[in-house]
């Protein structure tokens, strides 16, 4: 809730309006505190709310709960937002509430102060605004009345959501100006952050192991015997799938060769692409100034010095413009005659007199409706696919009721399969399963395959990628044990594999034992292979010679403390030789970045203490029967049956 009222009201508002807005935490509230603390004795006028004399009517929150319910169906890739847990919508509920409790609280604050916006800045404001421009990028009547169709909203609604959020900035961004973290805290924030700790390592990989030649049958039956739970034939489930997604669809529909030209003509923006440019100039009123700056250029000094001493040339810097785009065509044919890295100039054009260096340069596309034919084809079948894909999922789902999966009809554009798998996808015979769809649909088949209970009806279930399948165990062959003879190639390989590792783990708890002795790995191991010097490390790093559980313990040691430890890959040991307190006076960034977080935050928290005072103050009045109304109540349509969600 740190920067609630920021997220409301500063951002686009589609966005805003058709993402639901804003999910909380509820750390400040709670959802149980929200209901039972503000719900009143009945305000009597069909709204659900009054919050400082403003009412906020059952419509009003219908419309917000309403968009909260589509944006969380739409994430859990459900078609029904009714279908979604009573506490679940119960939760979505308390979140539109409070948003429209913050926006009135804030409203009056605003109207007590007098902070008036004038109807002129809103229209400058929504004229502005992208999302109703049209293909010309300027403000498009018709875009604007096509954005509040999809929104819901009407043109005064939209007139008062943009005046609240410039009232709520008007009032809240004066309290985060001149907000300041204490010093102390930022150095010590910054300290912590980035301070680094010095290892010296080495890794000891299992790979560099040899392989040790298979014991007799005796050691094996022994290791047999003590391991049996490692050598076990894994749980078999036949299953029969049918699967519907865009891609299955879309193997059955046509695509004529005019519609693939159709679409090739419409994106040739996207196959013909002109060359572009990266370029930089400087343009100089006086000839014999630019033969100077073109001399330093083509000595080495870099267009920022030429930039910080040149103070009577005009720097520009210009990425991946192309020809078309440069707004002087003087300029756009020397930029684009000029070779890449050299310095071009001093040239005389109307601008004044320019030098230039070409960087980065993008080659030209020109991809003919051959070469593309294929993906158009896919494109427009995947298209149209996704199109009739709700439909068909309807007819699949009623389908399923009535027949189960035997009753499949052929024009769904569904696939069928069937066969015997275990948990990771493997056939009997060890080869993977031939399941339809791609490897998140697999993923998702298999743990739905493992989570049913044989001879369960089969339900349709959403899977990634816009899929759909439904799916029957017809039976289920139980984990068992091996026999020593079934298990010997196993036997032998656990074997060789546990001798490996014993192998390198005592190299390196010598090794250890050593550094531990002698105050540090370097003075045992430095002329070994793969022995590192100076490797520093922070808090959190990943990736690079120390693997991360390294990291973690490195924050714990003491300068010469020597560690052994174990990875995936084999042994590492290690030695933490310094700690690297950072200075701010050579890492001015870093602390400059710290400081602004730190400040940002104490900004949030005024932020958010001015506006619990508000709504404390307010002390609005919540009417729980109007509230049920929308919402509805345990057992109702899309609460589970115990009504708990």
Do not use: C
């Not at 421009?133 to 909203?153: I, T």
């Not at 493997?426 to 209970?453: C, E, H, N, W």
């Amino acid at each position: 809730m740190l920067a609630f009222m920021r997220r409301v009201f500063v951002g686009s508002w589609l966005g805003r309006i058709l993402a639901m807005l804003i999910f909380l935490s509820f750390a400040a509230w709670g959802m149980g505190g929200f209901f039972s603390n503000l719900i009143g004795g009945g305000i009597g006028n069909g709204s659900v709310a009054n919050v400082a004399g403003h009412q906020i009517t059952a419509q009003e929150f219908d419309r917000t709960y309403r968009r909260g319910l589509a944006s969380a169906a739409q994430s859990q890739r459900l078609t029904d937002p009714t279908a979604l847990p009573y506490g679940e919508r119960r939760q979505i509920a308390a979140t539109a509430l409070q948003q429209l409790v913050f926006q009135a609280v804030i409203a009056d604050a605003a109207a007590r102060i007098g902070l008036v916006v004038p109807d002129a800045v809103i229209r400058t404001q929504i004229m502005a605004e992208k999302a109703f421009a049209g293909p010309d990028g300027k403000f498009s009547r018709a875009v604007f009345d096509q954005r509040l169709q999809q929104a819901g909203f009407t043109q005064d609604q939209l007139v008062a959501v943009f005046r609240g959020q410039t009232a709520a900035n008007g009032l809240l961004e004066p309290m985060r100006v001149g907000a300041r973290a204490p010093g102390e805290l930022v150095k010590r924030a910054f300290d912590y952050a980035a301070e680094q700790r010095v290892l010296d390592l080495i890794a000891l990989p299992f790979a560099a192991i040899p392989t040790p030649p298979a014991p007799d049958d005796s050691v094996l039956r022994r290791t047999y015997d003590n391991n049996k739970s490692q050598f076990t034939a894994p749980e078999y489930r036949k299953i029969k799938l049918v699967l519907l997604s865009p891609d299955t669809i879309a193997r059955d529909l046509d695509v004529s060769e005019a519609d693939e030209r159709k679409a090739y003509d419409e994106l040739s923006a996207r196959y013909q692409v002109p060359e572009k440019r990266s370029v930089q100039l400087l343009i100089v009123p006086d000839a014999a100034r630019a033969g100077t700056l073109a001399a330093q250029w083509r000595g080495g000094m870099g267009f920022t010095q030429l930039q910080a001493t040149a103070k009577d040339a005009t720097p520009v810097s210009l990425d991946d413009a192309s020809q078309a785009s440069i707004p002087s065509p003087e300029l756009a044919r020397l930029v684009f005659a000029a070779t890449p890295g050299s310095v071009v100039g001093p040239t005389k054009t109307e601008a004044g007199w320019v030098v230039l260096q070409v960087g980065k340069v993008t080659p030209a596309q020109n991809r003919s409706f051959a070469q593309v034919r294929d993906e158009l084809h896919q494109m427009l079948g995947a298209q149209r696919a996704t199109a009739l894909l709700s439909a068909r999922v309807q007819k699949l789902q009623d389908a399923i009721a009535g027949g189960g999966l035997d009753s499949i009809p052929a024009d769904l554009g569904a696939v069928a399969a069937e066969g015997t798998l275990d948990a990771q996808g493997m056939t009997p015979t060890g080869d993977p399963a031939p399941l339809p769809g791609s490897d998140a649909i697999r993923k998702a088949v298999i743990a739905q395959a493992f989570a049913t209970r044989k001879g369960q009806a089969p339900t349709l279930q959403q899977g990634p990628e816009q899929s759909w399948y439904a799916l029957v165990v017809e039976d289920i062959t139980p984990a068992t044990p091996l026999a020593f003879v079934q298990a010997a190639d196993k036997v032998r390989a656990f074997w060789q594999r546990q001798q490996v590792r014993h192998a390198d783990e005592q190299q390196a708890a010598a090794l250890y034992a050593d550094a531990q002795a002698k105050h540090g790995l370097a003075a045992v191991a430095a002329t070994r292979p793969g022995f590192l010097s100076g490797v520093a490390v922070r808090r959190g790093q990943t990736g690079g010679p120390a693997p991360a559980n390294l990291v973690q313990l490195a924050f714990s040691l003491k300068p010469g403390t020597s560690t052994m430890l174990e990875t995936p890959d084999g042994f590492v040991v290690a030695t933490l030789t310094a700690i690297r307190h950072p200075d701010r006076t050579t890492d001015a960034l870093g602390y400059d970045r710290t400081r602004a977080a730190l400040d940002a935050a104490m900004a949030d928290d005024i932020e958010t203490s001015y506006i619990t005072a508000l709504r404390d103050r307010a002390k609005p009045k919540i009417d729980a029967k109007t509230l049920d109304g929308v919402v509805g109540t345990p057992g109702g349509p899309g609460s589970d049956s115990s009504g708990n969600g």
